[in-house]
């Protein structure tokens, strides 16, 4: 495949690029082997040389850019999406989210028709890598799998482990537990045998399913499970999600029932590691932040159920300065949105609240702990991607997992959508759509009010997996 046109990637926190007129040569295996000017000789050279393959050219107003990616998300609890959200954390879990989760692992019908609406959802909103959280049932979360590699995303997929039961007595929802440790660990050893025998009989390139290991967070977890489930990941080589100093009622209670903090927990179970992702980590502090940094474990941030559920904000800075690999979760259905643009967006607003608190508090020290688009742009592409161990950038060697952008309309001279350049429109004396020159302020625009309706093509590993 041949693309030509303007691409825009992040492969830095600080460096968001344009790169004008490019072209991208993406082999049969969905893999980058040229990305470079078009007008450049070794683009001239490949064309010369591969007359049979037609050129795509991305029409002007339009650009390339990785796919998003969502680091924290809850496959089941799509089924109660923007349900229930004034309840305290605790409630809504029993309330709304382990009972999705019950219904999808006695229903496998519902499950798969939840799972394949939810995959059809993420290609719309550009999200072509996802990690995710599923249910306890083993055979729900392999068909989770299976929903995401017949649509073509790129899925981590996490069945849930939990030997200790946090339903209520007087929980609408009945017990939501596995029976111990030891049947957890076995059904957890199973699930990842199973996960990766999915996509096995294809080519390595196109298996796009991997299992997750997913101990809950740590008040549904006995030391026994974590430390099972953590010498499981270094055995097999799998990776692990779980929820890491979510929210302060959920911090005050493993200080209650463990005596430590929830990082210290995980540490002792070995599952702190650089295949280790923890959402939220919203009350970890600096040290902290030091100790994820030097075990390469990585954060997904998902700053709007963390202005529901933790009482507090993330301090997102002080987890990049320290070094902290950072990816952005909708945290779907803590979250109600399943569109990353708004983390994004929500990651900013939140930043900008902090620097506004911190410029208040006259003992502050002086540095600035907001973050602007374009780092939410890294963060959502390149950050998330690192955290997955994949690449999120336009670079020979990475697969090609990207997404069109279209910000104005060559046959009606318009903006797309939401989005309106009034100073380009030729009608009015503007340059007009074919001489528009991209520029990072029609980006920032799309990035701060553009929709679903300026995207078009989605590809992951090459594959074109979306066609508007
Ligand atoms: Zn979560």
Known sequence: MLIRGTFVHAPHLKGLEIHYDHLICVDKDGIITQFAPANAPESAKFLEAHPEIPVSEV???????????????????????????????????????????????????????????????????????????????????????????????????????????????????????????????????????????IAAHLPVSQRLVEPVLT???????????????????????????????????????????????????????????????????????????????????????????????????????????????????????????????????QAVVVSRMREGERQMDASANSADISIDWKEALYLATRGGSQALGLAGVFAVGAPFDAQEIHLYDPRTGQGIGSLDYFDLESDHGGPGVDNMPLTLEHVEKWWCIGDTRNRGAVWVQGNEIRNV
């Open 59 to 197: 029409p002007s107003g339009s650009f390339i850019l990785p796919t998003f990616c969502d680091l924290h998300l809850h496959a089941p609890q799509f089924l109660y999406q923007g349900t229930g959200l004034d309840l305290p954390l605790m409630q809504w879990l029993d309330r709304y989210a382990l009972k999705a989760e019950l219904r999808m692992d006695e229903d496998s019908t519902l499950a798969r028709r939840v799972y394949t609406r939810l995959a059809a959802r993420l290609k719309e909103n550009g999200t072509g890598s996802v990690l995710l959280f599923g249910t306890i049932k083993e055979a729900t979360n392999l068909i989770l799998a299976e929903c995401m590699q017949a649509a073509g995303i790129r899925a981590f997929v996490g069945k849930l482990s939990m030997d200790i039961d946090i339903t209520s007595p007087e929980s609408t929802t009945k017990t939501y537990v596995e029976p111990s440790a030891r049947a957890a660990l076995e059904t957890a050893r199973s699930f990842v045998g199973h996960c990766r025998g």
């Open 215 to 345: 101990p809950r967070f740590v008040p549904t977890c006995t030391d026994e499970l974590l430390h099972g489930l953590g010498a499981l990941s270094a055995e097999l080589g799998v990776k692990v999600q779980s929820h890491l100093a979510e929210a302060k009622d959920q911090v005050e209670w493993v200080r209650a029932l463990r005596g430590i903090e929830d990082i210290d927990v995980f540490d002792k179970g070995t599952l702190l590691t650089p295949r280790t992702i923890q959402a939220h980590c919203t009350f970890l502090t600096a040290p902290d932040f030091d100790r994820l940094n030097a075990c390469g474990t990585a954060i997904a941030h998902c700053p709007l159920s963390n202005a529901y559920f933790s009482a507090k904000p993330f301090p997102l800075r002080e987890a990049l300065d320290q070094g902290v690999k950072v990816g952005l979760g909708t945290d779907v259905a803590g979250g109600y949105s399943l569109d990353i643009m708004n983390a994004m967006r």
